[in-house]
């Protein structure tokens, strides 16, 4: 049978009618539970429908990949903003009587967009924790409780109020959400040092599946394990965090050397790979690989950039390079003592002389459409082999490579202190992203075979039994689950995120929600008795 165009439209409209009127009942029905389930008054406008004109502007507002705000990706029914932790506990209590699917999130950073988006489940809503981002620093007892809504800039921030001595070693990028962030394992430019973020977590507040307010004693060791490391929303929603605070010095240094083809760079890149993660556990360098323009018209290269940290004044830092990697040519001019807050801004890519108060507006410096991968490398890469590598990346448009030192303390602590897993034996990380502006389905295809075509290149020269990849780089490449999680089916992205700590996840995820009410593509798996 045949639609005609007039048959057509009115269809459309019944339709229509009928998702509004689902999508309001929906709403309507949560509304009326979390008012007969809550401790404190829930706002009106705490609620933002589809139909709201502010929808997309708040849907939009942290998302970070346009990938996935585009017109076919499913949306939330609605989305809610507690205002209070009971709001959240309330959220998930009603959420599970309604069997609505719930998704949460903090900072809106997850690479592929799980925290706001469903590809395997519809209809759901979204927890926005935005609104739960207060920060409480005690520098008596070294801590600070910090909310889920609150961004790792915020927090930085809040410690160098209290003092110039006093850091946490987390995130470089200062718009992240801390709530997800540490979930992951949270790295950063005092990694080195110190390990993750989630290595120096004392304390947490999560609501569980049953819609309890549970901190460390309650939840009991096993969880508490699981929830620093184990990937985000697998176990329940966090509110919040008790970090230790690290010491750090009135005084640092940083600098950002680039070296261009031409200048080299594929030898000091070896050279580099060699010594990253033996160097004083005080220094940090990361490389940011991109490529560039040159000063001849049309012709690109491939420029990489040292950018580092290193916790004492200029003058040791050149002993220390002199020492350890006088190839890349470190000069005092290219050094610049400062603070550590202001060296986290000089890090996150903020221009000079921008004031730290910047941090507390928690804006990312970046939205664009992108797709990344990772791994972790445990032999230096052939000179010939990186050369093969730039001959790559010249033929895409906008690619970018961060390549992150190990060594130091996160090669003296377990691969089983907390679920993630990379330390000893590890060079460095790499993390692969290219990005583009233009959301067609032949720009995304052909950025996306790109990269896929990189990190099959890259195999060659990174352990593969299994292959590694980390969890705050979230690929859906690797695997993904359907609307039954299969253990055998998760396995093999969960073997690369989490290794052997993958089982002891499962184990713990069947027993504290064996009903598998925080799910999504990458959710921990249940394992049925």
Known sequence: MAFSSTMILPLLLVLLSAFWATSESVQENFMQCLDANSEHPIPISAFCSQTNSSFTSVLNSTAQNLRYLMPLVPKPEFIFIPV??????SAVICAKRLAIHLRFRSGGHDYEGLSYASEIETPFILIDLIQLRSINVDIDDNSAWVQAGATVGEVYYRISEKSKTHGFPAGLCSSLGIGGHITGGAYGSMMRKYGLGADNVLDARIVDVNGEILDRAAMGEDLFWAIRGGGGASFGVILAWKIKLVAVPETVTVFTVPKTLEQGATKILYRWQ???DKLDDDLFIRVVIQVTKTSQKGKRTVTTAYNALYLGDAERLLQVMDQSFPELGLARKDCIET???KSVLYIAGFPSETPPEVLLEGKSLFKNY???????VQQ???????ERLWEMLLEEESPLMIWNPYGGMMANISDSAIPFP???GNLFKIQYVTSWYEGSKDATRKHMD???GLYDYMSAYVPTSPRGAYVNYRDLDLGMNHNNASYTEASVWGAM??????????KIKSKVDPGNFFRHEQSIPVVLE
């Open 422 to 424: 990379h330390r000893k």
């Open 274 to 276: 060699q010594v990253a």
């Open 497 to 506: 995120y989490f290794k052997g700590n993958f089982r002891r996840l499962v």
């Open 339 to 341: 603070s550590w807050i």
């Open 84 to 89: 209070y932790e009971s709001h959240a506990k």
């Open 450 to 452: 790109w990269i896929k």
């Open 380 to 386: 230096p890469i052939p000179e010939t082999a990186l």
């Open 370 to 376: 992108f797709k990344a991968k990772s791994d972790f």
